[in-house]
């Protein structure tokens, strides 16, 4: 089964300045999906940005952006400029395209942005 | 992007009642849903999958006697509680994935907290 590990269980950030959360993963598969999900106080699940594995190029999402490694299995997340409402919960996850193309997370990393 | 709804949002029960959760698909059919529960401060761990009109796959680990998932509907899954306990108490949150293209996003709801007292 896959695994996702996230070994920074926090992180803060001041505002205004950039940030790199890490992930890696275990898998066999060679196509795959991986994602970042912020998840605030509300607990509202929010898609930050995703990447599909076949494709070399890193994801951007305007201030969020990965970089892929797909050899080293990691999927590190940049934050830029980092702002006050980036305050969250941000957890990764693993997609198969098998087996009804279930999710499975990491285990979150908590970033505080201080003013 | 869509909408996943969940109700009720908040629910306490005694020990030993059962408690349904409701999670619709508000703008999309939703050929799957998946069911995840949530402890304090934890990550998401993965119950079960269920797919419109077949019985839902359970982890392994996951009590199916316990946790009832229906998927009656293209935009509505039910996760019932049955007998719950306090050890049941926790935030379950479903998810809804439109068609049956490995491509399809999913989306999720805004969780149920659960507590049993």
């Known amino acids: 089964a896959q695994t996702v590990t996230q070994s920074q269980p926090e992180m803060s950030v001041q505002e205004a300045e950039t940030v790199t959360l890490s992930c890696t993963y275990d898998?066999?598969?060679?196509?795959?999906?991986l994602f970042w999900y912020k998840q605030p106080p509300s607990r509202q699940m929010i898609l930050v940005i995703r990447q599909e594995a076949y494709k070399q190029q890193n994801a951007t999402e305007n201030r969020f952006s990965v970089n892929f490694q797909k050899a080293a299995k990691s999927f590190s997340l940049k934050i830029s400029d980092s702002q006050l409402g980036d305050a969250a919960m941000y957890f990764c996850a693993y997609r198969s395209p098998y087996n009804n193309n279930d999710m499975r997370f990491g285990a979150g990393t908590r970033l505080t942005v201080k003013p | 992007g869509a909408v996943v709804s969940q109700h009720p949002s908040r629910v306490i029960c005694k020990s030993g009642t059962s408690v349904k959760i409701e999670c619709r698909s508000l703008d999309f059919q939703a050929t799957t849903m998946f069911w995840y529960r949530q402890f304090p401060k934890k990550s998401l761990m993965l119950m079960a999958t269920?797919?419109?009109?077949?019985?839902?796959?359970?982890e392994q680990g996951v009590e199916k006697d316990k946790f009832l998932i229906n998927h009656a509907s293209l935009t509505l899954s039910t996760l019932t509680v049955t007998s719950a306990h306090p050890e049941d108490s926790s935030f379950y949150i479903c998810?809804?994935?439109?068609?049956?293209?490995?491509?399809?996003?999913?989306?999720f709801g805004p969780g149920t907290r659960l507590t049993v007292l």
């Open positions: 269920s797919n419109e009109g077949s019985k839902a796959t359970y």
């Open positions: 998810s809804a994935k439109s068609g049956r293209g490995q491509y399809n996003e999913q989306f």
């Open positions: 898998t066999s598969e060679s196509d795959y999906y």
